[in-house]
């Protein structure tokens, strides 16, 4: 059975990556920008597995379990490995687990 869910949130990445309590990670929108590196790095995780989906329509569908923690482990990667593009993080074998049978559109080879 799966379930739909929310996309993961600032302080899930936030534990995952370890940062602790600091302010210069948090989402909170006191930095004058509104957003902080973090919380552009989950909206671009997002972005990337919505796109990976293919077809994403932003008021009819939305995350499951594997979806968000695809979401939470490409912002990961991206945290981790910053000099690696996207491509190659999709690589990585735990989010193409996550990500198996989720494609709706296949690029071309």
Do not use: C
């Amino acid at each position: 059975m799966t379930l739909l869910v929310d996309w993961p949130e600032l302080d899930e990445l936030k534990q995952m990556l370890d940062t602790g309590p600091t302010e210069d990670w948090d989402g909170a929108e006191t930095s004058g920008t509104g957003t902080t590196r973090l919380s552009r790095l989950l909206a671009a995780a997002i972005a990337i597995v919505k796109d990976d989906v293919g077809d994403w329509d932003e008021d009819a569908d939305w995350p499951d379990e594997n979806l968000a923690q695809a979401a939470l482990q490409m912002a990961v990667l991206m945290a981790q490995k910053p000099g690696l593009n996207a491509a190659q993080l999709r690589k990585d074998p735990t989010y193409a687990t996550l990500m198996v049978g989720k494609h709706r559109t296949f690029g071309l080879s």
